[in-house]
């Protein structure tokens, strides 16, 4: 019993941990650059109040980052940036974490290239599944001459946590949806229609 207690327990902190992590550091992001602005508007008395401000401010400076992180020099000094974190114990396995599932969902952008149905966990009853990618030599070779695809099934309402497994390409229904819909329909639940 307390075995399960604890599995249930730590599901629990896995379906939530990304989730509070990533509002937490949009929050303190947003507080962080609007206490800079209201800091130096003091100063240098801008004189204006625009409402939703820190906002626009903290999407301005994620863009631009983002521009600087893709060029040589951002590239190279996001990479020691890593390597300096790698060196910390706790920081470490969080920060690489998060990094890592972010990269997957968002600048890889064949990390989910079809959506499919699947039968799972049982026969008889359906769940979406993303393939990403074709099937190990080792996986064709044991499962059969038909074409194996990886395939991942996520968890929700938390898409980055879930499953992998191996189908045969006859043994699942690919659909006429978009990954970004799929995506949408498992976040919320199945409320919102694709």
């Known amino acids: 019993m307390f075995a399960t207690i604890r599995r249930y327990f730590i599901s629990g ?3 939530w941990i990304p989730i509070v992590v990533t ?10 650059i609007t206490s800079i602005y209201d800091t130096a508007s003091k100063y240098f008395h801008f004189g204006v109040d625009i409402p939703g401000f820190g906002i626009i401010l903290t999407l301005l400076i994620i863009f631009f980052t983002g521009v600087f ?9 996001t990479s020691l940036w890593t390597m300096f974190i790698g060196k910390i114990p706790l920081v470490r396995t969080i920060y690489l974490g998060v990094k890592q ?4 969902m968002f600048t890889k952008g064949q990390a ?6 699947v039968e799972y966990p049982r026969k008889g009853l359906w769940t979406i599944a993303f393939q990403t990618g074709k099937g190990d030599e080792a996986f064709n070779s044991q499962i059969g001459p038909a074409g194996v695809i990886t395939l991942f099934v996520p968890t929700t309402p938390n898409p ?5 497994l191996f189908a045969r390409e006859e043994d ?6 978009g990954v970004d819909q799929a995506l949408k329909y498992v976040i919320s639940l199945g409320v919102v229609h694709p």
């Open 69 to 77: 992180a893709a060029n040589f020099i951002g590239k190279k000094l």
């Open 101 to 104: 599932v972010l990269e997957t």
């Open 112 to 117: 989910f290239r079809k959506v499919y149905l």
């Open 13 to 15: 902190l896995l379906a």
């Open 160 to 164: 980055t946590s879930g499953f992998i």
């Open 172 to 177: 699942v229904i690919p659909l006429e949806m």
């Open 23 to 32: 509002l937490l550091a949009l929050s303190f992001l947003v507080r962080f």
